[in-house]
């Protein structure tokens, strides 16, 4: 039997935890709700629409490269747009593939992007070096090349940054989800991320900057003001990086869409933790106190609930329950965008331990200088 002074502990262990899931529901910007939809709160269309020039860097993309430039291609924009494609050094026929979705249109110009250069990381690179050849246009739209739109993105897109005076909007699109390892792990990685910027801190005229990289719309003359990409040229996460610096020129809008989806397939455990042991590290500024206060932090929240409720007695097991049932409700929204049972509520806290470990196992190839590993380029180094 455990002493009663080992009781009171355990039971302020759980007020303690259950206080942490209450103040998340309550007073972290609603993050957890996905009201910051594409489809809501629209100003109306433009009187003229603005020039934009699509930028897509690429490197070996062969195998997605056709849809996501066919969904480019078959955009219906009423203004002026073209789409320049940055193939970088890429050694499995990505340019090719493009090429062969063409057809008789002339939107699409491919550009050999030049060797990476030093301080840079790749996608930063391939993008600067499009946003170079773009030219004197009124908005760059910067996309992935494993994000395949539906034809009235670019339309939705324009009509939000004029209409509500945005020098950028950036939408979340929404990623694969149809191997287990992509229904266990993807909506909570939306989930995470919206907690760390939450859409609503994002889109308000003063709180923290914040995007997603798949699809950003930007004012070009914004960029220009805040010093190009090379203000960002070593970021690994450079979405976000991206986004507080336009959030210091005006304002950002950032929201859940359906519009954009990503077609890159992560079909094992191996392929979703490597996405996101890609850039954990980089996240907590490669520090390893920072490191540590994760770890410990998210076996606080996620892990000790489960064992207050398995194994605690009385007031603790109540609180730790409590607080189970909290983040579980919490995750509901997510898994109702994602079409997922919600079940997958109750699994959160084991979710959450696959990506601390991801967050460790992100840590240990950094130190071995193989963090950010992306297509060949150990990346998380640079500027580390």
Request: with cysteine; proline share 4%; net charge positive.
């Amino acid at each position: 039997m455990v002493p009663q002074h080992g009781q009171d502990r355990v039971i302020w262990l759980g007020a303690l935890v259950l206080a942490i899931w209450l103040v998340l529901a309550l007073g972290r910007d609603g993050f957890w709700l996905t009201r910051e939809r594409d489809t809501a709160d629209m100003p109306p269309p433009p009187a003229s629409w603005p020039s934009v020039v699509a930028v897509v860097p690429a490197r070996d993309e062969a195998e997605v490269i056709a849809r996501s430039i066919g969904s480019l291609i078959a955009q219906n924009y009423p203004g002026d747009f073209r789409i320049i494609l940055v193939d970088d050094n890429s050694s499995d026929g990505t340019a090719d593939a493009a090429r062969a979705v063409i057809g008789d249109s002339n939107r699409l110009t491919i550009l050999n992007g030049a060797p990476l250069a030093r301080g840079w990381t790749g996608k930063l690179w391939a993008v600067h070096q499009g946003i170079a050849a773009a030219g004197d246009t009124d908005y760059l739209w910067l996309t992935d090349a494993d994000i395949a739109h539906a034809p009235d993105t670019l339309a939705s897109l324009v009509t939000r940054a004029v209409g509500d005076d945005r020098v950028l909007v950036t939408l979340m699109a929404r990623l694969r989800c149809e191997s287990l390892a992509e229904r266990a792990l993807i909506p909570a990685f939306v989930w995470f991320f919206a907690m760390l910027y939450p859409f609503a801190a994002v889109n308000r005229a003063t709180g923290i900057g914040g995007a997603a990289g798949g699809c950003m719309l930007a004012r070009r003359t914004a960029i220009e003001a805040a010093g190009g990409i090379a203000a960002v040229r070593d970021a690994l996460i450079d979405d976000c990086a991206f986004g507080a610096l336009m959030k210091r020129q005006g304002r950002v809008w950032l929201g859940l869409t359906e519009r954009s989806v990503s077609i890159r397939r992560y079909d094992s455990w191996a392929s979703v933790g490597a996405m996101i042991s890609r850039s954990a590290y980089a996240q907590l500024r490669y520090s390893p106190i920072l490191l540590a206060g994760t770890l410990i932090g998210l076996a606080l929240i996620y892990l000790a609930p489960v064992l207050l409720t398995l194994f605690g007695e009385g007031y603790a097991r109540g609180l730790g329950m409590a607080a189970w049932i909290v983040m579980t409700i919490l995750f509901q929204p997510m898994l109702r965008f994602y079409r997922r049972s919600p079940l997958w509520g109750v699994a959160l806290p084991g979710i959450a331990l696959f990506y601390a470990a991801q967050t460790f196992v992100s840590a240990w190839a950094h130190w071995r200088g193989r963090g950010g590993m992306w297509k060949g380029r150990a990346q998380a180094a640079i500027g580390a």
